[in-house]
């Protein structure tokens, strides 16, 4: 039997309720709750240590929340099996803000070895090593010439385009950005947010990108979901955030812009 995950075509991706975390003392996360439909588009904004990426971290399972139910693809992450949990990751693509690729393995071996542990059948681990279709995905993010070298040997910024290429080249259900244009020049910015919007198109993957940079999240998601003090503060298109009585929402905006 599959331990993949079954739900229906409209049950949420994500749901996460009243979710806690505190780190030696520091509360990070502090009763958030969000739900994320199927094929949603999200930009999570706020200030840097604001929980973003601890509470991205929760939704894929790499660290439990104190308090609260974090639910992904139906399944409460802090009640299911390590092969369960395995089996929710493979349906997950996540760039990570430092971009945690594998220094003893070329970019494109980084991406094989992706799409290999994500492959829910076997016609998706034939094409795992399918060079061409990865040295297209690298092209895309402006790495085609470095394939072949190891992450330690690129600049920061090649890094992060690495690991957004890895992210994206396991076809996944849900696809997290953290940070994905952070250091990245406007030119290289805006390329990379369009690949991501063009993968999110043919793809169908709920998406959720946390940023500082509200010109990002705005070219991203007319949706933009607002955190302060580890908790969802607003949520809602930009101009209807913009034109609210919240203090904190217009400063943050207006800051950013």
């Known amino acids: 039997m599959s331990d993949a995950p079954v739900i229906m075509s409209d049950a949420p991706v994500i749901e996460l309720r009243d979710i806690e975390k505190s780190f030696g003392g520091r509360r990070v996360l502090d009763g958030f709750s969000l739900t994320v439909a199927p094929g949603a588009k999200l930009s999570l904004v706020g200030e840097s240590s604001c929980g ?41 693509g996540m760039q990570f803000q430092s971009g945690a690729l594998f220094d003893s393995l070329s970019v494109i071996e980084n991406l094989k070895l992706a799409r290999r542990e994500s492959a829910r059948d076997e016609a998706a681990l034939r094409r795992a090593d399918d060079r061409e279709e990865l040295m297209e995905l690298l092209a895309a993010v402006g790495l085609a010439k470095a394939a072949d070298r190891a992450p330690h040997a690129l600049s920061g910024g090649m890094r992060k385009r690495a690991a ?41 993957a709920a998406m959720i990108l946390a940023t500082t940079d509200v010109q990002v999240a705005r070219h991203f998601s007319p949706d933009l979901v607002i955190m302060n003090q580890g908790r969802l503060w ?20 207006s800051r950013l812009l």
Not at 59 to 77: E, H, N, S, T, Y
Not at 234 to 250: C, P, V
């Open 234 to 253: 607003a949520q809602g298109a930009m101009d209807a955030l913009e034109a609210g009585a919240d203090l904190f929402t217009k400063k943050l905006l």
């Open 52 to 92: 973003k990426s601890s509470l991205l971290k929760i939704i894929v399972g790499l660290i439990r929340p104190d308090q609260g139910a974090a639910k992904v693809f139906g399944r409460d992450l802090n009640r299911i099996s390590s092969r369960e949990l395995r089996a929710v990751r493979q349906r997950i």
């Open 164 to 204: 957004l290429a890895r992210a994206i080249a396991v076809n996944p259900d849900l696809a997290i950005f953290d940070e994905p244009t952070a250091g990245l020049d406007p030119v290289t910015s805006r390329r990379i947010i369009n690949l991501i919007e063009r993968v999110s198109s043919r793809s169908g």
